[in-house]
């Protein structure tokens, strides 16, 4: 955890941090000494979940102290979210794993955004081969909460998922979206909606 907050680019940079401050280091749990060798012996045998745990309950911390400063003025109290994803490009060389293109390597993160604290509340990792749909399986949706999609999204057993467990959805129709409209609601004309 130091490393990742202390922005330490590799084991070599974050042991000599480490080691400049040797005399607290048994008091850190490292023993005498920390190697590069036994850090990451350490990482290798550690369970990552630990760390996806405790970084969302980092999370729901700051949103706790975001909504408590909340000034907007929202007409209605649920949460809503934004999700969408940005790709990265990778050395297929070094991550033959992370398939995109034929000669290329990606990854995607899939992230759930809180619009009010601005906070992103959910981030997944997929391949970058993976269609965004498949990300919206990770998710749960909390009931009464609105969630907005961008148009990649459109998946209507999934947007039924959304509709099932009582939350509300908004997302861009597709231009060749073929469709037929059930029934519409009057307009009113004072307010525009």
């Known amino acids: 955890m130091y490393g990742q907050l202390s ?10 941090t480490v080691n400049a401050h040797s005399q607290k280091a048994y008091h850190l749990g490292f023993g005498k000494s920390v190697s590069k060798t036994n850090l990451a012996r350490a990482n290798e045998n550690r369970d990552w979940r630990i760390y996806q745990e405790f970084a969302y309950h980092l999370v729901a911390e700051a949103r706790k102290i975001c909504m408590a400063h909340d000034t907007t003025q929202f007409s209605f109290s649920n949460s809503d979210y934004g999700f969408d994803s940005t790709t990265i490009d990778l050395c ?24 009010r604290t601005s906070i992103p509340v959910f981030i997944h990792i997929t391949a970058g081969s993976v269609h965004d749909t498949y990300a919206m399986d990770e998710l749960s949706y909390e009931p009464g909460s609105f969630y907005i999609f961008d148009r990649r999204y459109i998946d209507f057993e999934r947007l039924f998922v959304i509709h099932e467990s009582k939350s509300y959805f908004d997302i861009r129709a597709k231009n060749n979206l073929q469709f037929k409209g059930q029934y519409s609601a009057t307009v009113d004309k004072s307010t525009g909606v």
């Not at 398939?99 to 619009?115: E, G, L, P, S, W």
């Open 7 to 16: 922005n330490r680019e590799n084991l070599r940079d974050l042991v000599l």
């Open 92 to 115: 297929l060389a070094v991550f033959w794993w992370a398939t995109f293109r034929r000669a290329k390597a990606a990854i995607k993160i899939h992230t759930q955004y809180d619009v």
